[in-house]
């Protein structure tokens, strides 16, 4: 799975996408940076999507070792203090 953190020196790629009228004009009239929104936002999505898959790929190996820890224990609960 590939990270959705950005480098500053990631090469720009061009795009063709479809927005809205009214709001493209809206957000050029407020100076509103489209590619640089959207590369942000695109960014905390991915990373949003990229949190989801990985639970769900590794759902069985957390409710396991959840299971474990209910049934025997941590390791040192016999060596805590607290």
């Not at 004009?25 to 940076?33: C, E, V």
């Not at 989801?52 to 190996?61: F, G, S």
């Not at 409710?63 to 805590?80: I, K, P, W």
């Amino acid at each position: 799975m590939k990270s959705a953190n950005r480098k500053s020196s990631a090469s720009k790629k061009p795009a063709n996408l479809s927005i809205d009228g009214e709001l493209l004009r809206a957000a050029k009239k407020l100076d509103i940076n489209l590619s640089q929104t959207l590369e942000e936002r695109l960014a905390e999505l991915v990373k949003t999507a990229q949190r989801r898959q990985w639970l769900e790929e590794n759902r069985p190996a957390i409710d396991a070792y959840n299971r474990r820890v209910e049934q025997r224990g941590v390791f040192s609960q016999g060596l805590r203090r607290f």
